[in-house]
């Protein structure tokens, strides 16, 4: 089992930058793989950005390229996405998913075997 904790979510203004950070305990975290997620409100959770488990492999939505950076540091045992230019439609909870099923692909949600509770961002006007 593996436990996975998100936090650094808050409220901002629109132009703002925060960075959350995601650990993961219960098995070695370089064996991870890892992605950030979220949920707007009233709507689905949605793909946000991945990173591979050596780093080497970066994968982000339309909506997050240009904006945001996914990065881990496997000493450390974390896992960051740095947001920048917050705009109010980046208002979601956001969520923290490691550890890929064998084969499953990292923009798909029900390929990550563990969730954090998510940690929630609100960016005013």
């Known amino acids: 089992q593996v436990e996975v904790v998100e936090s650094g979510g808050g409220l901002v203004q629109a132009g703002a930058s925060l960075t959350l950070s995601c650990t993961a305990s219960?098995?070695?975290?370089?064996?991870?793989?890892m992605g950030w997620w979220r949920r707007p409100p009233g709507k689905e959770r949605e793909f946000v950005a991945a990173i591979s488990l050596g780093g080497f492999q970066i994968f982000y939505s339309d909506s997050a390229k240009g904006r945001f950076t996914i990065s881990r540091d496997n000493a450390k045992k974390v896992m960051y996405l740095q947001m920048n230019s917050l705009e109010p439609d980046d208002t979601a909870v956001y969520y923290c998913a490691a550890d890929l099923v064998a084969g499953g692909q990292f923009t798909q949600q029900w390929d990550y075997v563990f969730w954090g509770q998510g940690t929630q961002v609100t960016v005013s006007v």
């Open positions: 219960g098995r070695s975290f370089s064996n991870l793989h």
